[in-house]
């Protein structure tokens, strides 16, 4: 879907309604009938005129914030049978094995290889292996 149709989407109630309630006003002879069609002009003309600044925040966005985490190291919480939880920094996330018949123990550590919705998949971390540097999110 365009972004500028996004955009007058978003819009469109808000105009409806302010456009109901002023020509309402203005049948009940409360508010003259010309402000009645002046105001709602007048926030169309305003929200196409910010558009170029807005139009931003009504693009799709393809990034879903997870790719900071692939290739992270993360602790498991509970043991990983395929399923589970792990540590990562302060939060503790779901996590599967890459693996279906794989298993980690509780503390051990892993990387995370995808991410499917809010489950992390992880595989085990060779033991040998030795942290990198800075590595302070596990």
């Given at each position: 879907?365009?972004?500028?149709?996004?955009?007058?989407?978003?819009?469109?109630?808000?105009?409806?309604?302010?456009?109901?309630?002023?020509?309402?006003?203005?049948l009940s002879d409360v508010?003259?009938?010309?402000?009645?069609?002046?105001?709602?002009?007048?926030?169309?003309?305003?929200?196409?005129?910010?558009?170029?600044?807005?139009?931003?925040?009504?693009e799709p966005s393809v990034?879903?914030?997870?790719?900071?985490?692939?290739?992270?190291?993360?602790?498991a919480d509970t043991p990983?049978?395929?399923?589970?939880?792990?540590?990562?920094?302060?939060?503790?996330?779901?996590?599967?094995?890459?693996?279906?018949?794989?298993?980690?123990?509780?503390?051990?550590?892993?990387?995370?290889?995808?991410?499917?919705?809010?489950?992390?998949?992880?595989?085990?971390?060779?033991?040998?292996?030795?942290?990198?540097?800075?590595?302070?999110?596990?």
């Amino acid at each position: 879907m365009p972004v500028f149709l996004r955009y007058l989407l978003f819009q469109l109630p808000s105009w409806a309604l302010l456009t109901v309630l002023l020509v309402a006003l203005a049948l009940s002879d409360v508010l003259p009938l010309w402000l009645a069609i002046a105001l709602p002009a007048a926030l169309i003309v305003k929200d196409l005129v910010v558009f170029p600044r807005v139009r931003v925040a009504y693009e799709p966005s393809v990034e879903h914030g997870g790719g900071d985490l692939l290739g992270a190291l993360a602790r498991a919480d509970t043991p990983l049978c395929p399923e589970g939880y792990v540590r990562l920094g302060p939060e503790r996330w779901q996590a599967r094995l890459t693996e279906p018949a794989g298993r980690v123990a509780s503390g051990d550590v892993v990387r995370v290889r995808a991410i499917d919705h809010l489950t992390l998949v992880v595989e085990p971390e060779a033991s040998d292996a030795c942290e990198p540097e800075g590595a302070d999110h596990v």
